[in-house]
């Protein structure tokens, strides 16, 4: 089986499943796992994969401790963008992107690189200085792979 025919959501539903740690979570099949095991080592070509992003307040050891209401940031606040990705073995990608935007008008462009791992945990903080409707965007490359929407008020 060709990797490039297998859909991208399942590769995220498999890594979380093999992120979990409870004893009740049931095992992947055969098939699936070989089918992770196989993008691991063969999908360098195709790139990482963006397993879960979420925006919060404070990160412990890499691990979102308080997320953040979208609805309620404040304005001065620092957000964090904490990222989790799947890279296949022995690559790096150096257009990994977080982009900020306010009223559709860029304000920050960070660029990130990450490197072969099942479980590459990123953070990109920024402070929002303007209240009003801001857009952070997770890219690689030019292509979109996770919008925020927030609001951020006086």
Known sequence: MKMSNVNPTFFLVLAILLTLT???AAAPTAKMTKEVVD???NGQAEGPILTEAKLCKAVK???CTEPIDPAAVKKGETIIVWMRFFVPKGA???DIL???KYDGIPR???PHTIESSIRYRLVDKNTVDKAGKWTI???KGIT???DFKITVVK
């Open 22 to 24: 409870s004893a009740a």
């Open 39 to 41: 993008y691991y080592y």
């Open 61 to 63: 050891n890499y691990e």
């Open 92 to 94: 790096s990608y150096d």
């Open 98 to 100: 977080v982009e900020y």
């Open 108 to 110: 920050r462009l960070t």
């Open 137 to 139: 965007t997770v890219k």
């Open 144 to 146: 979109k792979l996770k």
